[in-house]
Nanobody, 124 residues
Framework: QVQLVESGGGLVQAGDSLRLSCKAS????????MGWFRQAPGKEREFVAA????????DYADSVKGRFTISRDNAKNTLYLQMNSLQPEDTAVYSC?????????????????WGQGTQVTVSS
């Protein structure tokens, strides 16, 4: 079955950087557009970034534009999220998601497979 396993989260200070990874198995990764979402305590899950299956198109939430970069390595079946200039409001559980489609999606309901998530905590 499809497995998405995130890693790279942790506790950092405001202004620091982190790089999240999402290792995929059980699916044809190169056929899948991918996304990163996050959920803070007491809040709904929100879109962070998405990337088309060939990496040619990306999209970002306004709150992370210019600070976060989504990328993928189809040879390694791995999705990445480089997060720079982290702020306390970025604190959340970050999850990756996959969908068999060439196009980007930003709505969680459009994604069929999800990872368990990795905690990112940013202290002020």
């Amino acid at each position: 079955q499809v497995q998405l396993v995130e890693s790279g989260g942790g506790l950092v200070q405001a202004g620091d950087s982190l790089r999240l990874s999402c290792k995929a198995s059980g699916l044809i990764f190169s056929w899948s557009s991918m996304g990163w979402f996050r959920q803070a305590p007491g809040k709904e899950r929100e879109f962070v970034a998405a990337i088309a299956r060939n990496g040619g198109s990306t999209d970002y939430a306004d709150s992370v534009k210019g600070r976060f970069t989504i990328s993928r390595d189809n040879a390694k079946n791995t999705l990445y999220l480089q997060m720079n200039s982290l702020q306390p409001e970025d604190t959340a559980v970050y999850s990756c998601a996959a969908r068999y489609s060439p196009t980007i999606a930003t709505n969680p309901v459009d994604f069929a497979s999800w990872g368990q998530g990795t905690q990112v905590t940013v202290s002020s």
